[in-house]
């Protein structure tokens, strides 16, 4: 369902910030979903009494109000840029544009062109007829909300890879056990946890040898990349245990207080995922 951003004054920055993502999630499920694109395993369902233009309007004006989105460069003019790409947004679904993200982008003037690279922090301009599905259909769909379209288990924008978890494509029950866990945890803290937590897949496209030497590696796009978390037989407590199992195997060559740190997270986040009926 739908959830009305009125925020209580004691929610935290972050928290509502998180809020204000999952909204957007919500919304772009609805939206990805009838475009005939997959959304977000984890999303709600969406219900709202106002047109679907207001709410994407507001949705995103609500998430950019509170994100920490950083600096701009000088020739940006950052005060328009939420307003100019909440504009392309509706433009974009009015014109379905997510059925056909790039016939959409080849459209646009290098001025809205420049719109979106800035909002997706993207360093070169846009060439549209090198961008792939997924990194066309993302560039018009706000941060929270972008999707692992190829379920590779990198979310592509633009030229980029984002390496996120929970991603579009991560069960239900394992985002709200990891939500449950990681509530309330320093950013800088729950950034170190989500790259491990995608750790599984980013090495199992590393080659090595007998010994364990670097051989090679699998670049995104090849088609021997390997995303080992779309196989339906992937359990994630099993990766808790694991990682329980290698910080007790290697605890003397730990710092204390990274070693109890780290334990505490995974026996925590395997027992919540447990709770959730989590693979």
């Known amino acids: 369902m739908r ?14 910030q998180h809020a204000a993502g999952e909204q957007l999630q919500n919304l772009f499920n609805e939206i990805l979903t009838a ?14 009494e106002n047109s679907m233009p207001e709410d994407i309007q507001q949705d995103w004006n609500d998430w950019f109000s509170v994100a920490n989105t950083g600096n701009y460069p000088e020739e940006v003019d950052a005060q328009a840029l939420p307003g100019d790409y909440g504009n392309l947004l509706v433009r974009t679904y009015n014109e379905g544009g997510y059925a056909d993200p790039q016939g959409f982008l080849k459209h646009l003037t290098e001025d809205e ?7 997706n922090r993207l360093a070169d301009p846009i060439d549209v007829d090198e961008l792939t599905p997924e990194a066309a259909l993302n560039l018009l769909i706000p941060r929270p909300a972008q999707i692992d379209l190829n379920y590779d288990g990198l979310t592509q924008v633009g030229e980029g890879y984002m390496i996120r978890f929970p991603d579009s494509r991560t069960p239900e029950a394992v985002v709200n056990a990891w939500n449950e866990t990681t509530a309330g945890m320093d950013p800088m803290e729950k950034s ?12 199992a496209n590393i080659q090595v040898d007998d010994q364990g030497r670097y051989v090679s590696h ?5 088609p021997n990349w390997v995303n080992l978390q779309a196989d339906s037989n992937y359990s994630y407590t099993g990766f808790t245990e694991q ?3 290698y910080l007790d195997y290697f605890q003397h060559q730990i710092p204390k207080d990274q070693y109890e740190q780290q334990r505490s997270f995974y026996w925590a986040l395997q027992q919540s995922l447990r709770e959730h009926g989590a693979r």
């Open 243 to 245: 990682m329980l199992e």
């Open 192 to 203: 170190f946890y989500e790259l491990q937590m995608k750790l599984p897949t980013l090495l």
């Open 35 to 48: 475009a005939g694109r997959p959304g977000y395993a984890s999303a709600e369902a969406y219900a709202s």
């Open 113 to 119: 062109l420049a719109t979106v690279q800035h909002v």
């Open 218 to 222: 699998t670049e995104p796009g090849d």
């Open 3 to 16: 959830i009305e951003t009125q925020q209580s004054s004691t929610l935290t920055r972050e928290q509502k």
